[in-house]
């Protein structure tokens, strides 16, 4: 083949490679098929296939997609924001916002699609406060707090952070059951008390006889009240619950 030929039809097929594999790239690091987007390193990168590891078995377990955004500033961002700049494509979705504010870690709880009504308002402050997330997110241990996170976001996600009825039921029962004899036995004491008999023995030295009794109508009161047989009807209009949002933070 002329070499004039051949050059610039490799120069071509290089080209188109190198096309090809940097769409590649740009396709697998798009905001939705990242796990951590840390837009200012604040996540030690030799962390991150472990931080990797643990959201994809969070994953896997419980069917939604957990995803961590981490940035420093004092910017308001949410999972509105992070669906807008590409994660639009993550239907199901539980976002851990870490932000660096002035020295100080905060964290915010999102989710998006079913894992917002899979996790309840008081399994969000379980999740949240659990002292694995809090203390090592607060003192700036990312990582441990990251993990820690997606293995109780997890279970709530699962329903398995509830705790089993059998458990809540039965002390409450017994706490009422007690509570019920004490009050019984209060009352059975006190009207046992009145039926002793009186200290002084009035009818020794006292009596009365009720020869006479008559009834005297005095007055008369007649009130009237107006009835409006016009009727009104009203109602209440209710809104449907949102894709999802900002359930709370620390």
Known sequence: MNK?????????????????????YYSYNTIENKMIYDEDDLIPEYYEAEISSALLAAE????????????EG???????????????????LVLLVIQKEGGAYYYFLDTYGTADSAITDNEVDRILDTPAVYD?????????????FASVAKKAVSGALR??????????????????????????????????????PLSRYAS???????DTFLTKSVTRVRVNSSSSSGGRSGGGGGGGGRRGGR
Do not use: Q, W
């Open 208 to 214: 009365l006889s009720l020869n006479l009794s008559r």
């Open 4 to 24: 004039k030929i051949l050059v610039p039809l490799l120069m071509i097929t290089l080209v188109y490679i190198f096309t090809i594999f940097s769409f590649g």
């Open 74 to 92: 004092y910017e308001y961002y949410d999972i509105h924001d992070f669906r807008a700049e590409g994660g639009y494509a993550i239907s199901d």
């Open 136 to 148: 090592n997110i607060k003192s700036g241990n990312l990582p441990e707090g990251i993990i820690a």
């Open 60 to 71: 896997a377990e419980s069917g939604v997609s957990f995803r961590v955004y981490a940035y």
């Open 163 to 200: 705790p089993p009825f059998m458990s809540v039921f039965l002390p409450c029962l017994c706490i009422a059951f007690v509570a019920a004899a004490i009050s019984a036995l209060c009352v059975v004491l006190f009207y046992r008390r009145k039926l002793h008999s009186e200290s002084y």
